[in-house]
């Protein structure tokens, strides 16, 4: 009996409408059905959006008007499966829910959408989406941030991993989605059920988030997939564009008057002191290299480090310390780590305006080609060795393809490690999660 799948991961990017969308959906499922792939996994919120940078006009004890416009757009983008708020169940999944008259199905049609793509190409599909009404199917235990504004809590009985045979092969998948994968617990909780493909669709775009997979598939001892979206802020929805093209000329720090310009962010220190983010086109900033080409649906790009050499005897930059005569004091940026840098007064004074006219022009956002989201999805088998990626800077619906996987890696990696068996210690420890079987699957 076989054992080997070929697997991948779409780093597709949602388009301005929810039929684009599954246009661009179908066209890559098509291309991975004919490069042979048995399951695709799509990013996290593809269909319906993820609202990157948008704050929907809140603040602690404030809602605006605009921010109210900002939710009506993001809810007309969502998604309607036909299922009931607090979730039909098997009802929803047998199609026994009522239909309106005149009407074919329940919902917008996007679940029938999908599932006419999956069933033309034969080509496993998971998808992201937001919905309208939760129900109960797998949704976010924890959104994160700025999301719970937005997202609501789902339940943790949506944990259950689901089981299929693919080509004779007998899969156990799970899903964690975005920073759930940063709960141990919730990671467990997957472990217990006997995974052993682990799906991590994302929206963080760091270079933290590879280490964190590797990790995951050493614990688990399961392939994983983690796909996440690349997108440039000029693909962004219109609606989050011009929101946050008037921020960034409008925003301003009342206490102690400091302005946040467009190419970096100065927050006072202990005068006469301050951080200093620069944008990467400033000056002689360190420049991000450019990525590598490659090939829309084989591509694998290993990004090279970033050099930070410039001297900070080299580089002078704006401080928002002022002389008496309301010129400002040139400084020293210094580089630190992450790719900060700390900015220290220097001597010489320098004419705002001027200095405002060379930051404005070297912005790189001013045109909208700078990344939102520079992608970074990826491939990692059992023992936490990277099969493809991570891929950074392709956002046009790039396939990363794990060719011919032999599922059977799973169990041998538990010769040494299987932390939801043998190495549990079920004796001592134990893991109890509400509403949730952790029994593997039948």
Same mark, same amino acid.
């Not at 080997?4 to 388009?15: D, E, K, P, W």
């Not at 946050?244 to 925003?251: F, G, H, P």
């Given at each position: 009996?076989?054992?080997?799948?070929?697997?991948?991961?779409?780093?597709?990017?949602?388009?301005?409408?929810?039929?684009?969308?599954?246009?661009?959906?179908?066209?890559?499922?098509?291309?991975?059905?004919?490069?042979?792939?048995?399951?695709?996994?799509?990013?996290?919120?593809?269909?319906?959006?993820?609202?990157?940078?948008?704050?929907?006009?809140?603040?602690?004890?404030?809602?605006?008007?605009?921010? @109210?416009?900002?939710?009506?757009? %993001?809810?007309?983008?969502?998604?309607?499966?036909?299922?009931?708020?607090?979730?039909?169940?098997?009802?929803?999944?047998?199609?026994?829910?009522?239909?309106?008259?005149?009407?074919?199905?329940?919902?917008?049609?996007? @679940?029938?959408?999908?599932?006419?793509?999956?069933?033309?190409?034969?080509?496993?599909?998971?998808?992201?989406?937001?919905?309208?009404?939760?129900? @109960?199917?797998?949704?976010?235990?924890?959104?994160?941030?700025?999301?719970?504004?937005?997202?609501?809590?789902?339940?943790?009985?949506?944990?259950?991993?689901?089981?299929?045979?693919?080509?004779?092969?007998?899969?156990?998948?799970?899903?964690?989605?975005?920073?759930?994968?940063?709960?141990?617990?919730?990671?467990?909780?997957? %472990?217990?059920?006997n995974v052993n493909l682990y799906l991590a669709p994302t929206a963080?775009?760091?270079?933290?988030? +590879?280490?964190?997979? !590797?990790?995951?598939?050493?614990? /688990?001892?399961?392939?994983? +997939?983690?796909?996440?979206?690349?997108?440039?802020?000029?693909?962004?929805?219109?609606?989050?564009?011009?929101?946050?093209?008037?921020?960034?000329?409008? +925003?301003?720090?009342?206490?102690?008057?400091?302005? +946040?310009?467009?190419?970096?962010?100065?927050?006072?220190?202990?005068?006469?002191?301050?951080?200093?983010?620069?944008?990467?086109?400033?000056?002689?900033?360190?420049?991000?290299?450019?990525?590598?080409?490659?090939?829309?649906?084989?591509?694998?790009?290993?990004?090279?480090?970033?050099?930070?050499?410039?001297?900070?005897?080299?580089?002078?930059?704006?401080?928002?310390?002022?002389?008496?005569?309301?010129? !400002?004091? =040139?400084?020293?940026?210094?580089?630190?780590?992450?790719?900060?840098?700390?900015?220290?007064?220097?001597?010489?004074?320098?004419?705002?305006?001027?200095?405002?006219?060379?930051?404005? =022009?070297?912005?790189?956002?001013?045109?909208?080609?700078?990344?939102? =989201?520079?992608?970074? /999805?990826?491939?990692?088998?059992?023992?936490?060795?990277?099969?493809?990626?991570?891929?950074?800077?392709?956002?046009?619906?790039?396939?990363?393809?794990? !060719?011919?996987?032999?599922?059977?890696?799973?169990?041998?990696?538990?010769?040494?490690?299987?932390?939801?068996?043998?190495?549990? @210690?079920?004796?001592?420890?134990?893991?109890?999660?509400?509403?949730?079987?952790?029994?593997?699957?039948?």
């Amino acid at each position: 009996m076989s054992n080997f799948l070929t697997v991948a991961v779409s780093q597709s990017h949602t388009l301005p409408t929810t039929s684009a969308t599954l246009s661009a959906l179908t066209s890559t499922a098509q291309e991975a059905a004919r490069q042979g792939v048995h399951l695709l996994l799509f990013p996290e919120a593809y269909l319906g959006g993820y609202p990157r940078t948008c704050n929907f006009g809140a603040a602690v004890g404030s809602r605006s008007d605009e921010g @109210r416009e900002q939710f009506l757009h %993001y809810f007309h983008s969502a998604i309607d499966l036909g299922d009931t708020p607090r979730g039909a169940g098997d009802d929803w999944v047998e199609r026994k829910l009522e239909v309106a008259k005149g009407q074919k199905y329940r919902g917008d049609g996007t @679940r029938e959408d999908l599932e006419n793509v999956a069933r033309e190409t034969g080509v496993f599909l998971v998808v992201g989406l937001v919905e309208k009404a939760g129900g @109960r199917k797998r949704r976010k235990v924890m959104p994160t941030g700025s999301e719970r504004l937005v997202w609501a809590q789902g339940s943790p009985s949506t944990l259950r991993a689901v089981t299929t045979t693919i080509r004779d092969v007998k899969l156990i998948l799970a899903a964690a989605i975005c920073w759930e994968n940063y709960m141990p617990l919730l990671r467990y909780s997957l %472990y217990s059920q006997n995974v052993n493909l682990y799906l991590a669709p994302t929206a963080d775009a760091r270079d933290t988030w +590879l280490p964190l997979m !590797r990790t995951i598939a050493c614990e /688990s001892r399961a392939y994983v +997939l983690s796909a996440n979206q690349c997108i440039r802020r000029k693909h962004l929805p219109p609606w989050i564009r011009s929101s946050t093209s008037k921020e960034a000329e409008n +925003l301003s720090v009342s206490n102690g008057g400091v302005k +946040l310009r467009n190419a970096s962010s100065a927050v006072n220190a202990e005068e006469p002191q301050e951080y200093k983010i620069p944008s990467s086109d400033q000056g002689a900033l360190p420049k991000t290299p450019e990525p590598t080409p490659v090939d829309k649906f084989h591509g694998v790009v290993s990004p090279s480090p970033l050099h930070i050499g410039t001297s900070s005897s080299d580089i002078q930059s704006d401080s928002p310390v002022k002389h008496r005569n309301g010129r !400002r004091r =040139s400084s020293n940026l210094m580089p630190i780590p992450d790719n900060h840098f700390l900015a220290l007064p220097g001597d010489s004074a320098v004419d705002e305006s001027e200095e405002r006219q060379n930051i404005e =022009s070297n912005d790189p956002s001013n045109d909208g080609n700078d990344f939102a =989201s520079r992608g970074g /999805s990826c491939i990692i088998d059992p023992t936490g060795n990277v099969l493809q990626g991570p891929l950074w800077e392709v956002e046009d619906g790039g396939l990363l393809i794990a !060719r011919d996987i032999d599922f059977e890696d799973c169990e041998r990696g538990r010769l040494d490690l299987d932390v939801a068996g043998s190495y549990s @210690r079920n004796d001592s420890f134990e893991l109890k999660v509400a509403g949730l079987d952790l029994n593997p699957p039948p």
